[in-house]
Nanobody, 125 residues
């Protein structure tokens, strides 16, 4: 099972940017990777996902045009570039992996078998 570690969260002003990183303990090449977030008092929601090759990416409507997911399989790392942040983006952000044998980006949240511990993103002036 992959061990995932997120980093890059922090406090940023509205309109600002952050780049989150998700580093895996070993190869990510067999896994689709997604970013989820949980805002205070809300259920966890899917933010973005990238397929094993990186050829397909998906985004929640709320972040389309502002967030970009990418991956570097050679570095076992997936990134989430977040631009034009607003208060509604405040949440703990988690990365999660789903192995090719168990599903894809289209799979439900419960199918993702490896999760990081999360990184806090706070958007506030």
């Amino acid at each position: 099972q992959l061990r995932l570690v997120e980093s890059g969260g922090g406090l940023v002003q509205p309109g600002g940017s952050l780049r989150l990183s998700c580093i895996a303990s070993n190869s990510l090449s067999n896994s689709a990777i997604a970013w989820f977030r949980r805002a205070p008092g809300k259920a966890r929601e899917a933010v973005s996902c990238i397929t094993r090759s990186g050829s397909i990416t998906t985004y929640a409507d709320s972040v389309k045009g502002r967030f970009t997911i990418s991956r570097d399989n050679a570095e076992n790392t997936v990134y989430l570039q977040m631009n034009n942040l607003n208060a509604e983006d405040t949440a703990v952000y988690y990365c999660a992996a789903i192995n090719r044998w168990f599903g894809t980006c289209a799979s439900s949240e419960s199918a993702f078998g490896s999760w990081g511990q999360g990184t806090q993103v706070t958007v506030s002036s």
